[in-house]
T-cell receptor, first 113, second 111 residues
Framework: DSGVTQTPKHLITATGQRVTLRCSPR?????VYWYQQSLDQGLQFLIQYYNGEERAKGNILERFSAQQFPDLHSELNLSSLELGDSALYFCASSGGEGNQPQHFGDGTRLSIL | GENVEQHPSTLSVQEGDSAVIKCTYS??????FPWYKQELGKRPQLIIDIRSNVGEKKDQRIAVTLNKTAKHFSLHITETQPEDSAVYFCAASRGFGKFYFGSGTKLNVKP
């Protein structure tokens, strides 16, 4: 158990819909990272938050947004969903802002029908 | 931005043999290089990492080497066991949160 909690584990929805993925970091960790992993693909960095503020942005689509709340949990919002958005979405957390080991949650598997 | 290339994409070895996975990066400012192991259907788990001020790091059967001049780093697994079978990812970061991952190496250890 990494200490990083992601909900829900599975999500099935239709094209055009909007979903919210939730992540609770390990106790004491201030940074939260979001990644997308498509089938048999690598990990694509989406966005990072540190102590409530956006710190780094990767290849995140404009239809996607995220935020980190005062209690440090984070949410990733995906809207106007397309078939290609089907993927495993991972959240990771670390203690610091920069180059620190990241601990991954078990992921949310999103299926778009 | 950074570009991380990882080779080979698949690697099959006999139990007890060594396995080597190589990654190259493009951004000379990258200074942190973690390696993750991902078993089928599970989350990536950090197995070892190295920072740019170190050339080599070992942890039991696992070692990582870094050549900053050539901008490449490698994962070495000795005395491989069937439970080492998984997908391995390398990554590079220059700080400020952005991590760039390689495309992964599927390691199969045959008993």
């Amino acid at each position: 158990d990494s200490g990083v909690t992601q909900t829900p584990k599975h999500l099935i929805t239709a094209t055009g819909q909007r979903v919210t993925l939730r992540c609770s970091p390990r106790s004491g960790d201030l940074s939260v990272y979001w990644y997308q992993q498509s089938l048999d693909q690598g990990l694509q960095f989406l966005i990072q938050y540190y102590n409530g503020e956006e710190r780094a942005k990767g290849n995140i689509l404009e239809r996607f947004s995220a935020q980190q709340f005062p209690d440090l949990h984070s949410e990733l919002n995906l809207s106007s969903l397309e078939l290609g958005d089907s993927a495993l979405y991972f959240c990771a957390s670390s203690g610091g802002e920069g180059n620190q080991p990241q601990h991954f949650g078990d992921g949310t598997r999103l299926s778009i029908l | 931005g950074e570009n991380v290339e990882q080779h080979p994409s698949t690697l099959s070895v006999q139990e007890g043999d060594s396995a080597v996975i190589k990654c190259t990066y493009s951004d000379s400012a990258s200074n942190y290089f973690p390696w993750y192991k991902q078993e089928l259907g599970k989350r990536p788990q950090l197995i070892i990492d190295i920072r740019s001020n170190v050339g080599e790091k070992k942890d039991q059967r696992i070692a990582v080497t870094l050549n900053k001049t050539a901008k490449h780093f490698s994962l070495h697994i000795t005395e491989t066991q069937p439970e080492d079978s998984a997908v391995y990812f390398c990554a590079a970061s220059r700080g400020f949160g952005k991590f760039y991952f390689g495309s992964g190496t599927k390691l199969n250890v045959k008993p």
